[in-house]
T-cell receptor, first 114, second 114 residues
């Protein structure tokens, strides 16, 4: 199975509600990152949480990391229609070599209904 | 804000033809990557590049693929003899450090092989 797997695969909520997406991974990591992708566009970095951190905030985003369970969650509070996008987690492996590729999960498609 | 630029945005080619996808990474970045994404699915790692050589490549990156950094700004991906299954979005990305830093993605080249 994949290094990063998000759930749910798809999530539909109303504007103003909170959206929670989860990510599980398998190997030891330096950090875990979340990215957003609007349809047909490139991925945009949202937030990076290091392996020694448990929680991080950025605006309406809250990320948690549990290295014992090899899992992370992304919470978007007070969602807006403009948050509609695919969200991917990506892991930066602990022993990834000189260029440490990021391994991306399968993504969660979030639809926020106005 | 500096960004990664990719050209062309869309490339249509016939099976067996060679294509070159071009990228201009962010100028002070040192680590370069190519990823691909088939029809909105998983973002797959192809190759990483640092210090003018390939650092790591995936199983997808077979002998038909090559990368070059011909000058100080461009980073190219060449597919020597395209196959139907090469149809995908190809994303170039760069980052300042090899780990613990975000990837900056271009908006991709949609490659269609007919």
């Amino acid at each position: 199975s994949q290094q990063g797997e998000e759930d749910p695969q798809a999530l539909s909520i109303q504007e103003g509600e909170n959206a929670t997406m989860n990510c599980s991974y398998k190997t030891s990591i330096n950090n875990l990152q979340w990215y957003r992708q609007n349809s047909g566009r490139g991925l945009v970095h949202l937030i990076l949480i290091r392996s020694n951190e448990r929680e991080k905030h950025s605006g309406r985003l809250r990320v948690t990391l549990d290295t014992s369970k090899k899992s992370s969650s992304l919470l978007i509070t007070a969602s807006r229609a403009a948050d509609t996008a695919s969200y991917f987690c990506a892991t930066d492996a602990e022993y990834g070599g000189a260029t440490n590729k990021l391994i991306f999960g399968t993504g969660t498609l979030l639809a926020v209904q106005p | 804000e500096p960004e990664v630029t990719q050209t062309p945005s869309h490339q249509v080619t016939q099976m067996g033809q060679e294509v070159i996808l071009r990228c201009v990474p962010i100028s002070n970045h040192l680590y370069f990557y190519w990823y691909r994404q088939i029809l909105g699915q998983k973002v797959e790692f192809l190759v990483s590049f640092y210090n003018n050589e390939i650092s790591e490549k995936s199983e997808i990156f077979d002998d038909q693929f090559s990368v070059e950094r011909p000058d100080g700004s461009n980073f190219t991906l060449k597919i020597r003899s395209t196959k139907l299954e090469d149809s995908a979005m190809y994303f170039c990305a760069s980052r300042l450090q090899g780990y613990n830093s975000p990837l900056h993605f271009g908006n991709g080249t949609r490659l269609t092989v007919t």
